[in-house]
Every structure is written in C-alpha cells, then in structure tokens.
C-alpha cells in the first residue's frame, strides 16, 4: 500500500474506486464498506484509494475539546487497511481551509482533479464540505457530469452492522473489552515502546514491561488487569497488562505495563505490541506488596484460563 501525506504527492490511477473517512478502528462497519471496495476494484481492474484525515476533523474544528481519544493512530490505521488489501491511503492534513471547501469543490477538486475518482464508495449518511452540508444526493447530482459513478451503502447495511467508532470507545473506557473486540473484529491493541520503570514488578517476581505511549490522542482503556498477548519482534507472547496510579505504591502517574510470560530478554527502546482479549478485575491498593504478589499469582492463573 502506498501513503500519501500530501493529496498533491497523489498522482492518478487508472479506474480510481474511492471511500472517504476517519475509519478510526477500521471496526467492523467500516470493512463492509471496503469490502465493497476492493471487489469493485477487483470487477474493473482498477485501484482502491482511501482518503483520510489527520488531525481528526473534531481536533482542528473543536480545540477546546480535550479529550477527544481515538481508537487508532494514525500508524496504527494504515497497518489495519494495508492488511485489508487497500492500494492507496491518502492522508489529507485537515485544516479550516479544507473544512470550508464547497460541496462542489471538494467534489470536483478533490475528488475528480486530484485522485481522478471514477467509483465513490459511501455511507448513506456521509457528510463533507462547508458545515457538512455536501452528502450523497450531491455525490448523485455530479456523477454524469464528472463521469463517476456512486455506490451507495445503504441505511439497512449499516444498521445491521450496529456499531460504531463511538461505541468501541465507550465499550473500552467501561471494562468492555471484550465487546470492543466483537465490534472491531480483532483484538484492541496498543503499540509504544518500552522504558525504564522502577523494577518493583522485578522485586515481586513479576517483572514489567513499561510502555511508552508517544501519541497522546491514542485511547487508553480503564484501569485494570488484562488477559493479552503481545507481539516482540515477530513472535507473539501470551501476558498480562495492567493499566493504573499502582496506588499500592502509592505512585502519582497512570502506567501501562505487561508482564510477558515465558520471557526473559532485554527490550528496552524497543516498540511492542499489547493486543487486548480480556478484562480481568479493577485496579484497587493492596496492604502490602505481598498481598499484591499474591494475587498477581491468581490473575496469572486467570489469565492463562482466558487465553487457553
């Protein structure tokens, strides 16, 4: 797959068959619609093109908003729509300049001048251009006179799916992580690299990796212990993660760390991967670290029984 971060870095493809959006958690409504893409595509032997947005619309229209999380960085998107077979993901910066563009104009300088669109795949209810007034009944009134044509997801197909970029945040920040999952269609994930902490997991005999996480929009789930497996390299390790203040320690800062199983090697400056299966129990302060060491041995137990 090729990333443009410039939509004048694109240069026109034979056959373009086009979607827009923010796909954050390219979740499993969103596959219906590539989906569709990639066997039009496939039908006349033309390319697949994804038009994005970053910073996310919300960021730049409503910046006193913050605590807008997003299931997906915007790495983590790409590598999600690469593996779904895309050819081309256009990353356009939004800006107000862009928020303020016409229907029109962002239908015929955008899609038409630049990509050169000769299918548009879209939502029933997508919205674009100037106060989001540009919709699908003007996608519809353009096509002859651009010479593309529009296939429309409808309203029943969507519904069906009944999911949304909102409901996965919800179901994450409320212990629902296995709801989440079922919405996305694969495990919730988070990618960050491993710094030093202060080695008591190590003292305890359940040494940490600490995880640093370097976007700060990236969603990060409730407090609490987690079933997951986690990615080193290319091999893959079953562990539990645990997201908190460690009030037992009575520390001042939320960590995000996993004790890997099985695992004995030096990974610090490396970027892992923690794929989330499982909600264990809520984070509360133990008397002591002994007590904390033993029921770190009951959710060990617990979370083998969860991923076996």
């Known amino acids: ?97 862009f928020s303020n563009l016409s229907a029109l104009e962002y239908i015929h300088d955008v899609l038409v001048a630049r990509i050169g669109v000769k299918k548009i795949v879209i939502g029933y209810d997508h919205r674009f251009g100037k106060d989001r ?31 949304s970029s909102t409901k996965i945040r919800e179901a994450l920040l409320s212990d629902q992580i296995a709801l989440a999952n ?11 690299k491993v710094i030093r902490g ?6 305890i005999g359940y040494p940490t990796a600490n995880i640093l996480v370097g976007e700060t929009y990236k969603l990060i789930p409730a407090d609490g212990i987690f079933a997951v497996t986690v990615n080193v390299g290319d091999k893959l390790y079953q562990g539990m993660a645990y997201i908190g203040h460690r009030p037992t320690i009575n520390g001042m800062t939320r960590n995000i760390e996993v004790n890997i199983f099985d695992f004995d090697h030096d990974i610090y400056e490396q970027t892992i991967r923690i794929n989330f299966h499982h909600f264990v129990r809520s984070d509360f302060k133990f008397e002591s670290l002994d007590e904390l060491k033993l029921q770190l041995a009951k959710d060990r137990l617990d979370v083998l029984k969860l991923l076996s």
């Open 1 to 97: 797959m090729k990333i443009y971060h410039n939509i004048n870095d694109f240069k026109p493809v034979k056959n373009a068959v086009v979607t827009i959006g923010t796909f954050d958690g390219v979740h499993i409504g969103h596959r219906k619609i590539i989906a569709t893409l990639c066997e039009l595509a496939k039908q006349t032997g033309g390319e697949t093109v994804i038009l994005t947005f970053f910073p996310h619309p919300r960021m730049i229209l409503h910046p006193e908003d913050q605590d807008i999380k997003l299931i997906t960085t915007i790495d983590e998107k790409a590598q999600l729509l690469e593996g779904l077979g895309i050819d081309h993901l256009i990353v356009t910066p939004f800006s107000r300049d």
């Open 133 to 163: 007034k540009g919709g699908l009944e003007d996608l519809q009134r353009l096509s002859k006179e651009f010479e593309y044509d529009v296939i429309e997801i409808p309203e029943q197909d969507i519904n069906d799916v009944a999911v």
């Open 182 to 192: 079922q919405y996305l269609g694969y495990p919730f994930f988070i990618s960050g």
């Open 198 to 203: 202060d080695q008591i997991g190590r003292q």
